[in-house]
């Protein structure tokens, strides 16, 4: 399986799904490694903001984050 990637030195694709550590501060899920979906948002202020979101939650921040493992194949 891959290492973790700290957020600060690379961002997943656009439209991916990866394996993130929530920073704190994500509703009850700071702390929490999770999959999600990784959503680059500009806020209009000319800075561009790595996000994530899962079902139900959006605008969540990670420290870390991998690629997911490849399915089983049998």
């Known amino acids: 399986m891959s290492e973790w990637v700290n957020i600060n030195d690379k961002w997943p694709e656009k439209g ?3 394996l993130v550590v929530l920073a704190p ?3 009850q899920y ?3 490694i999770r999959v ?3 959503n680059p948002f500009d806020y209009g202020d000319g800075f561009i ?4 979101s899962m ?10 984050w991998m ?3 490849q399915p089983p194949t049998k």
Request: charged share 5%; proline share 14%; net charge neutral.
């Open 16 to 18: 991916q799904s990866v």
């Open 25 to 27: 501060g994500n509703f």
């Open 30 to 32: 700071g702390g929490s």
């Open 36 to 38: 999600c979906h990784f």
């Open 49 to 52: 903001r790595p996000e994530f």
């Open 55 to 64: 079902p139900g939650f959006g605008g969540m921040t990670a420290t870390h």
């Open 67 to 69: 690629p997911l493992p």
